[in-house]
Nanobody, 124 residues
Framework: QVQPVESGGGSVQAGDSLRLACAGS????????VGWVRQAPGKEREFVAG????????DYLDSVKGRFTISRERVKNIVYLQMNNLKPEDAAVYYC?????????????????WGQGTQVTVSS
């Protein structure tokens, strides 16, 4: 399996929390950075958060700083996105993607393997 698999999306109220999970293979996850990218209807894809291969470096979209946290469990090959205090503008399909390199990056074109996405709906 090369493509990562996302889970954890759903429909919530503004102010609620969700935790997304991204499961990958050891081959594609072990030494690579991983990121979350979202896309709302009619909008461009937008980088949300990224984490380096060992979890030592993270990067976030300004509008989610302080509300979202990306983390990873290397032994399990899982990356999480904890989303707190969700807002209606956070609603989108969230994709997990594996970086070509080991870094945490906001450059979407550096992501090589993409999951199918998981829907997050936030109502006001």
């Amino acid at each position: 399996q090369v493509q990562p698999v996302e889970s954890g999306g759903g429909s919530v109220q503004a102010g609620d929390s969700l935790r997304l999970a991204c499961a990958g293979s050891k081959r594609t996850f072990c030494n690579n950075g991983v990121g979350w990218v979202r896309q709302a209807p009619g909008k461009e894809r937008e980088f949300v958060a990224g984490i380096s291969w060992n979890g030592g470096t993270t990067d976030y979209l300004d509008s989610v700083k302080g509300r979202f946290t990306i983390s990873r469990e290397r032994v399990k090959n899982i990356v999480y996105l904890q989303m707190n205090n969700l807002k209606p503008e956070d609603a989108a399909v969230y994709y997990c993607a594996v970086n070509r390199l080991a870094t945490a990056t906001s450059a979407i074109d550096r992501y090589r393997y993409w999951g199918q996405g998981t829907q997050v709906t936030v109502s006001s």
